[in-house]
């Protein structure tokens, strides 16, 4: 009997009732040649408790790329402006240095500023100004973090972006939206029937998702900034797999209403309805390329689970993956040049990478029960649910594998992470 785990994977879960908490980030794998980094504590911080240079700080050692350096005490005084002894932070082996200032301005706001050193050079490599209100110290955090991220890397950070989840506690479905690092969690809706498979709109203000409160799976468009939503799919059957085109103009799903899993383009609101592909197969899971001109989706068609690939309007469908019996869950990476998946490899269901020039497929998780890989929109990460101890949980890899972090609750079963897209400035 063939096993459609991808089709409606949120699985009944052994968790208990407990109370909302936001995930906290182990990192298990870290990978090598981390530049160390050392982020003193902001002058003035304790005006915006937790204080900035802790969340710069984790955020630039949760990438893989940094590690952290223990400044002394006394470095709690020191500003942007500050004379640098780059000798002394040498000789704490930091190759470079973050100092900064929080100061109290008009109507109640606060203005940061920071400056970033290479003390193996012992020059300084630029600093930015932010002016914030009191509850925008987590947002103006991540965007410091972005701006080192961006200027040591010459690649865009992503630390300001954020997260979508699922978390089941006891009846009760949990629809979460976060920051990147698991803070400033807010729930989008709530559901004594199960959520499945939030996808991001290209502007980052809306989230399609497949809710069975109707007793069936109906695709709905879900505004963040108001919290309304739309019906975009609900149609005899099954409604699911909602996927975004990358100018945000139309979703593609999977609908059974013409008998068999097939897929469909249809507008946001609903309308202008439209089948993509006709096979007597099923055909579910579909996801744009980057560009906006093919699809890629699971299908059985050739007997076993495997992914293809066809143009957006539709035609012949080519065969991606052959290694295997088993590949699901198709997530193209924001280059266009790989593409992550699901495979099942000796009973283990496990994240893979398929260099789409080379045809090279890289194993990228060491757990078995992996599912819903979602790519930062850097490409430098993959977010993911998997089981551990019978309790879904989320986790991440960085696209080489060298780079593995663990995302956990205090209670509830966390499935189906999306990680949402760059944000506008």
């Known amino acids: 009997m063939l096993r459609l785990v991808w089709m409606f994977i949120l699985l009944c879960s052994l968790a208990s009732p407990g109370v909302h908490a936001q995930l906290s980030i182990e990192i298990t794998g870290g990978g090598g040649n981390r530049t160390p980094i050392a982020v003193a504590p902001f002058a ?10 802790a969340i710069v700080r984790a955020d630039l050692e949760r990438s893989g790329l940094f590690r952290g350096v223990d400044v002394p005490t006394e470095a709690t005084a020191l500003t942007e402006s500050s004379a640098v002894n780059f000798s002394d932070w040498r000789a704490r082996s930091a190759d470079l240095l973050v100092q900064g200032s929080v100061n109290p301005v008009a109507n109640g706001r606060f203005e940061v500023r920071f400056r970033l050193f290479d003390v193996v ?7 930015v100004a932010y002016t914030l209100e009191k509850n925008q110290l987590r947002a103006t955090a991540h965007r410091i ?49 199960p959520i499945i498979s939030p996808a991001w709109a ?40 909602p996927a975004w085109a990358p100018d945000g103009s139309r979703l593609m799903v999977s609908l059974s209403r013409d008998g ?66 088993y590949n699901v869950s198709p997530r193209p990476s924001p280059d266009g040049k790989s593409l992550a998946f699901i495979t099942r490899n000796a009973g283990r269901y496990q994240v893979a990478l398929l260099d789409l020039s080379t045809r090279q497929v890289q194993l990228l998780t060491d757990s078995d029960r992996d599912e819903s890989p979602s790519f930062a929109p850097n490409g430098r990460m993959i977010l993911l649910a998997t089981v551990i101890s019978g309790r879904g949980i989320l986790s991440a890899v960085s696209a080489d594998g060298r780079v593995k972090q663990r995302l956990t609750t205090s209670s509830g079963d966390v499935r189906e992470p999306a990680w949402g897209p760059f944000v506008k400035e």
Not at 149 to 173: D, W
Not at 279 to 308: A, C, K, W
């Open 202 to 241: 290209p502007d980052g203000g809306r989230l399609a998702y497949v809710s069975f409160e109707s007793k069936k799976p109906v695709v709905y468009v879900h505004s963040l900034r108001t919290g309304k939503r739309n019906v975009a799919a609900n149609f005899k059957g099954s409604n699911s797999a």
């Open 145 to 193: 973090s972005d701006w080192i991220y961006q200027k040591l890397t010459g690649e865009r950070g992503v630390f300001s972006t954020r997260i979508a989840y699922v978390v089941k506690r006891g009846p009760r479905y949990e629809l979460q939206v976060a920051d990147a690092d698991g803070g400033g969690e807010e729930t989008a809706l709530v559901s004594f029937e």
């Open 260 to 325: 068999g899993s097939q897929l469909f383009s249809v507008n946001p609101d609903g309308s202008n309805l439209r089948r993509v592909t006709s096979s007597n197969s099923i055909d579910t899971e579909p996801v744009f390329s980057p560009d906006g001109q093919s699809l890629y989706f699971t299908s059985d068609r050739g007997g076993s689970p495997q992914i293809y690939r066809m143009s957006v309007n539709g035609g012949e469908a080519q065969r991606v993956t052959f290694e295997g019996t």
């Open 44 to 53: 003035g911080e304790n005006n915006l408790p937790p204080g900035v240079a």
């Open 121 to 127: 050079k012992q020059q300084a490599l630029g600093g």
